[in-house]
């Protein structure tokens, strides 16, 4: 039987960069994010007959170490329903699959759970965040919407390391309007270092990697306390240094990882401009160029219109708060 579901991607707030076991995928610390209602990923998966899983991602089949680490990632799925079963998936975003847009945790969001139905499973959220996390780490944020707290665990089997929601979308909608603003850079798909690998270089190159992680969990911490007030500033103050000291660490591991182009900078400043004149707008950016602006609904249409007149800002997507992923029926 052929099984859809939807996730929406989701952007950390608070950034999980590094890993305290690659073959596991576990954090090496906690982290923490929205998620997005307008960047959606859907994706169908139906067992088959042939001798190797297929994969199709918005419309072209991978091939090679893609479709070898999809398959690696079914494994989890297939040991889990104890079968041998072969599948095929299909999934398609719904925004551009630039890199940086957070594309793979909406894709194994989705997967995980489609995966799971067409295997025979039913897991709870929590073992749905666990495999999704297997896939790609900020995935097991995607599990759930609103704002979500991922926990690092400690457990060296990765039982304890699953993300879980801090405050519904629902709740967002009726009580904290949030949105965030995506400024696009750049045409095209982006070529920049995938954030799996950077983050391996960083751990083993770079000076300022332990100072990154040992100021995540006062970041945590703080981001914590700031959405228990509903307090938009300094949530979006962690956020903004958060993305900071990340991107500090990547440039300084040797060689360099440098996501940023001019473009980045130039939102950067159009976003502390934006607050001077009494907005409320905090930046923050990922393995790649784009710059995503934390924002309120009400303010949402004003922040976007300033940051699409950055050159070379391609696009602009606005987005409210996103629920959690769901079975398509
Ligand atoms: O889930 P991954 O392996 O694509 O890593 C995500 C890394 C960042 O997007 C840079 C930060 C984050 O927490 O989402």
Redesign the pocket.
Same mark, same amino acid.
């Given at each position: 039987m052929k099984v859809t579901a939807r996730a929406h991607a989701?952007?950390?707030l608070v950034?999980?960069?590094g890993k305290r076991d690659a073959a596991l995928n576990l954090p090496a610390a906690g982290?923490l !994010?929205l998620t997005l209602a307008a960047l959606t990923t859907t994706a169908a998966v139906e067992p088959i007959d042939g001798a190797g899983d297929e994969l199709v991602l918005d419309g072209h089949p991978v091939t090679g170490g893609g479709i070898a680490r999809f398959s690696g990632w079914l494994d989890v799925v297939r040991a889990r329903a104890g079968s041998r079963q072969r599948f095929r998936a299909e999934s398609a975003n719904d925004f551009p699959t630039a890199s940086?847009l957070?594309s793979?945790?909406s894709a194994y969001a989705a997967l995980a759970l489609a995966a799971s139905r067409a295997a025979g499973l039913t897991l709870d959220a929590r073992e749905l965040s666990i495999l999704a996390r297997r896939g790609?780490?900020?995935?097991a =944020?995607s599990i759930f919407g609103g704002l979500v707290v991922m926990r690092p665990g400690s457990r060296a089997d990765g039982a304890d390391a699953f993300a879980e929601t801090l405050v519904s979308a629902a709740e967002l909608d009726r009580d904290w309007p949030l949105a965030m603003v995506v400024a696009v850079v750049g045409g095209g798909k982006v070529k920049s270092l995938? !954030? =799996?690998a950077a983050?391996e270089h960083c751990a083993e190159t770079s000076p300022l990697y332990d100072g990154w992680l040992a100021s995540v969990p006062g970041d945590l911490a703080a981001a914590r306390a700031a959405i228990e007030r509903r307090d938009l500033h300094s949530l979006g103050e962690v956020a903004e240094q958060s993305a900071l000291t990340?991107h500090a660490a990547a440039l300084a591991a040797r060689p360099a990882i440098a996501y940023f182009r001019p473009a980045t900078i130039a939102l950067i400043d159009a976003v502390q401009e934006l607050r001077r004149r009494g907005a409320s707008a905090f930046f923050t950016m990922?393995?790649g160029p784009h710059v995503k602006v934390l924002t309120t609904r009400d303010e949402a249409a004003q922040v976007a219109e300033r940051i699409g007149q950055v050159p070379d800002v391609t696009q602009v997507i606005t987005s409210a708060p996103g629920g959690p992923a769901e079975l398509v029926p």
């Open positions: 989701n952007i950390a950034k999980y960069w982290s !994010s940086g957070a793979s945790a790609s780490g900020s995935a =944020r995938s !954030s =799996r983050m990340m990922d393995a």
